[in-house]
């Protein structure tokens, strides 16, 4: 058997591998960084990719199950990942397919009735509760956001949230797929609200919305993929991560722009509350004839270096970032 390499799939072996995966109801992912296929002489045997430190598309042709195939795939897919710096890797897959990851050394962090994720360590979520502060006493709530960039609508929210809560944690996405690093991010959300009480601003690390938790690749041509999705994220947020930490509400503001975010506040309005969080939308804060404070737009002005039309946008902090920092993208 012939195993190939790409970095990623293209042209032909890409057509091909994406066939292949729809005959095993798998869709491939563009965002997918490198992908092992293993063939015979009828064609694709076998075959796995990896989306930073994200196992996706295993699949293993029906006739050879039940071999070695799978397992080799994934040892390798973990290796690569490894010798690019992450220290430990996820695997989404169907709650059936448990007893063999497992016996490859993974381990459940979340499952809902459709979808299972598993990481290669035993306790990462647990290391990772144990760098989050713990309020003590109160009413206790969320937002978690991207914030590339913060801006005077995130602040606004914070400020409304504050009114219905006594204590707040902002979980700021980890991922660096944005127009400012994640560590700038973070860094800015915290000078944003260092003056509201109560407030601690924490990095959402791998456990929310993120490419682990969002598996969007899965189960191809239904229309419940985005939903499949967010159940796992939703489920994971509120009963390993809200409970634990004492949380009962999240936050978040009105999505006039985005269908996908307004569909997912929808998604938290009905799945949250089965698990004990309560969702609480607020309507945007609007720049005067600007429209609403969106982060959408605050990366296009700056990306033109419109700073006087920042101003009544985003904090100072914010701003003096911007000033002295230009997008990691530009255009996209």
Known sequence: ???????????????????????????????ISYTIIKRDERGIAATGSLDGRVIKCVAVRPDLRGGSLSGEIVEALRQQAHSHGHEHVFLFTRPETRPAFERMGFYTVEETGRALLMEDRPDGLEQWLQTVPRFSGGIVGAIVANCDPITNGHLYLVQKAKLLCDKLYIFVLSEDRGQIPAADRLEMVRAAVKDIPDVIVCPAGDYQISTATFPAYFLRGRDDVERLGCELDLKLFACRIAAPLGISRRFVGQEPYSPLTGRFNMYMKEILPQYGVSLVEFSRLRAGDKGFVNAGTVRRLWEEQNFDALVDMVPPSTLAYLQGHRPLYGSR
């Open 1 to 31: 058997m012939m195993t190939e390499c790409y970095a990623p799939a293209t042209g032909f072996v890409l057509e091909e591998l994406d066939q292949f995966l729809q005959s095993m109801e798998l869709e491939y992912d563009s965002s």
